[in-house]
């Protein structure tokens, strides 16, 4: 369903044009860095429409719509968005609740990688050695012990949710500091990757890759210079970027493009997701040994370059001809 409008040709005739409507259902903080008036224009330009879905109203009432965008917490949320899923097959919702949920746990949402046969495709892909602690912070030194997990390790809020809290990662360095910790949470090793990480942004078939400036390698000398738990820097950020910078090009070399392509296409599937992305390491010495450390829903997109073109050229694939 598509609202339309009249264009007049200059000659007394007119046509009627035809506009792709999207119901978008996103937070204010969501909305500010995803719509932005750059966006805005070109996707009117396109013939795009983006509505805001009040949330307060029913859902049924509202539209038509020709697709749903949303980026909302809440399982009363995810059950309104899947029973209108159910009863209006003709609008496309991006993404199903179901699917987007998977990626709020952080024991789950490497599971597919790691399901994965990526050893011997330009490059090999995998997920860091890692276990989850669920209580008990004094018992977390022995059990990490038990599982063979080996210091330094990246400690991750089990439940994505949303919050700046859900995105503090920390680093410890010593058995000690293991206890200090808080569950539930995710023990990932640590693996040296030259303070870089690549951000693999997916846009259904499309696919942007950006590099961001991490955490320098760690050695057992420094690491034995300084135990306890240090926070990890954010990586998110516009600030963070490392496309630009003078860098050894071992270093700064992207991930292979067939690789990456085989790598989302595999996950799109799986995951049966459309808007995400992959926050993925090359191990240090190494040219083709990669690992995918976090997988995102609907990131920020607006820290992508040419974000505009390629989600307008996106939604315009779910226009009706």
């Not at 990526?118 to 209580?135: E, N, Y």
């Not at 808080?182 to 990932?188: K, N, S």
């Not at 400036?213 to 690491?223: D, E, I, M, P, T």
Request: net charge neutral; with cysteine; proline share 7%.
């Amino acid at each position: 369903m598509r609202i339309k409008g009249k264009n007049f040709d200059g000659e007394g005739g007119e046509e009627e044009e035809q506009k792709l409507v999207v119901g978008y259902a996103l937070t204010l903080k969501k909305k500010k860095s995803f719509l932005q008036p750059e966006f805005e224009r070109l996707a009117c330009k396109k013939g795009i429409l983006f509505v805001a879905i009040d949330v307060n109203l029913p859902l049924s009432g509202q539209g038509p719509f020709d697709i749903i965008l949303h980026k909302l917490l809440g399982k009363e949320w995810s059950d309104i968005v899947e029973d209108y899923r159910q009863t209006h097959p003709e609008v496309t919702v991006i993404d199903p609740p179901y699917a987007i949920q998977q990626l709020h746990n952080r024991q789950s949402m490497l599971q597919d990688v790691v399901d994965l046969n990526l050893s011997d495709f330009h490059g090999r892909v995998g997920v860091p050695k890692q276990m989850v602690i669920m209580k008990d912070p004094l018992s977390i030194p022995d059990e990490v012990a038990k599982a063979g997990l080996k210091l330094p390790l990246v400690a991750k809020p089990l439940v994505v949710d949303g919050s700046a809290k859900s995105h503090e990662l920390f680093l410890a360095c010593d058995w000690s500091s293991l206890s200090e910790l808080e569950p539930p949470l995710v023990l990932q090793e640590f693996v040296n990757h030259d303070g870089i990480l690549f951000k693999i942004y997916i846009v259904g078939d499309a696919i942007k890759v950006v590099r961001r400036f991490s955490l320098a390698n760690v050695n057992k000398c420094r690491r034995a210079k300084v135990p306890g738990i240090f926070p990890f820097p954010r990586v998110s950020s516009a600030a963070a970027s490392a496309d630009d910078a003078d860098l050894d090009p071992r270093i700064a070399e992207l991930p292979p493009k067939p690789l990456l392509e085989r790598l989302s296409k595999e996950l799109r599937h799986r995951l049966g997701l459309r808007l995400f992305n992959i926050d993925m390491i090359r191990e240090h010495g190494t040219r083709d040994i990669f690992y995918v450390i976090d997988i995102n829903y609907f990131p920020g997109y607006g820290k992508m370059p040419d974000y505009e073109v390629i989600f307008t050229d996106f939604l315009l694939t779910f226009k009706k001809k």
